[in-house]
């Protein structure tokens, strides 16, 4: 007994008829989910674990395809060991943030729970004086990853300034996850001085 493939009627579409072609089977997706688990996810495997290029970027799935990231996205060997051969640099690990407040300007880093040490916060920076207190945010990061450690109650010098610290003054305790050191009681100990730097005296 000889079975007939038998096709549904066709709908025309502008004079064509549109039909199902029996050259070209639709395949169950669950075929085609294993299908791609065989064959394509070991072979993006074989890709990621390549000495000789970094992970690829992006990979998409986008209905039957596989986007994967362009080539010029990837990295040769030389550029890893360059990257990491480069020196460690803690801002790369420390934001420091201005923030509108009641008091002018709020200046305040995050991320020095990584190094073990409360962040810092400037509260009342006129905006000339934005940079002067982020560069004073910067060298106070790179000397606690240098082995410094300051204390609330403490003085000290740096930037041209004498300032002390003291508790967080900082509207949500919530803000800092390993607490905050602010610094105040500025004074002005270079012999260079100038306006942005005397406008850290209100701060």
């Known amino acids: 007994m000889s079975a007939t493939l038998s096709m549904p009627p066709g709908r025309r579409i502008g004079g064509t008829s549109l039909r199902q072609s029996a050259d070209r089977p639709r395949i169950p997706g669950r075929v085609l989910a294993a299908l791609f688990a065989l ?5 993006v ?11 690829i970027r992006r990979v998409r799935i986008s209905g039957e395809f596989l986007h994967l990231a362009p080539a010029e996205l990837q990295r040769a060997a030389e550029d890893v060991v360059r990257e990491v051969d480069r020196p460690f640099d803690p801002l790369r690990h420390v934001a420091i943030h201005v923030d509108r407040g009641q008091r002018p300007f709020f200046v305040h ?13 400037l509260h009342g920076v006129p905006r000339a004086s934005l940079d002067v207190a982020r560069r004073l945010v910067r060298h106070l990061v790179a000397a606690v990853v240098s082995g410094g450690h300051f204390s609330e109650g403490e003085t000290t010098q740096l930037c041209g300034f004498s300032f002390s610290f003291s508790p967080s003054e900082a509207e949500d305790p919530a803000h800092f996850s390993h607490g905050s050191l602010r610094l105040g009681e500025f ?5 260079a ?9 209100v701060a």
Do not use: R
Not at 46 to 55: G, K, N, Q, V
Not at 112 to 121: A, L, Q, S, T
Not at 187 to 191: A, N, P, R, V, W
């Open 187 to 191: 004074k002005l100990i270079s012999d």
């Open 193 to 201: 001085v100038t306006p942005e730097m005397e406008g850290m005296l």
């Open 109 to 121: 880093s995050h991320g020095m729970e990584k190094f073990g040490h409360p962040d810092f916060e």
């Open 45 to 55: 495997l074989l890709h990621l674990f390549d000495p000789e290029t970094l992970p």
């Open 39 to 43: 064959l394509v996810v070991p072979a």
